[in-house]
């Protein structure tokens, strides 16, 4: 099964920008960010399928961007106009279900988790 490992979170300031970036073993049809702030549940925040179309929660559309590297099966989601509540553990997920959808049950792999924290 998949492998995924994420890096790139960190502390910024409110406005400004993270890359978040993820390498799979290999790329199943569905990957995708979700995020998970303490005490509260874990949401989805966007999808790419195998042949690139991209999801986004309705919250991080115009911010948020979801790409993938297909020569290095790396999945990256560039995070701009951060703010406060942007900050939680964000996870990369695999899955491979025919349609990408921003549920978490759909994705049975998941990575450690990378902090990102945005302060006021």
């Known amino acids: 099964q998949v492998q995924l490992a994420e890096s790139g979170g960190g502390s910024v300031q409110a406005g400004g920008s993270l890359k978040l970036s993820c390498a799979a073993s290999y790329r199943p049809n569905c990957m995708a960010w979700f995020r998970q702030a303490p005490g509260k549940a874990r949401e989805g925040v966007a999808t790419?399928?195998?042949?690139?179309?991209?999801r986004y929660a309705d919250s991080m559309k115009g911010r948020f961007n979801i790409s993938i590297d297909s020569a290095k099966n790396t999945l990256h989601l560039q995070m701009n106009s951060l703010q406060p509540e942007d900050t939680a553990a964000y996870f990369c997920?695999?899955?491979?279900?025919?349609?990408?959808?921003?549920?978490?049950?759909?994705?049975?792999?998941w990575g450690q988790g990378t902090q990102v924290t945005v302060s006021s």
């Open positions: 997920a695999a899955g491979y279900g025919g349609h990408c959808m921003l549920y978490d049950y759909d994705y049975p792999l």
């Open positions: 790419i399928d195998y042949v690139g179309a991209t």
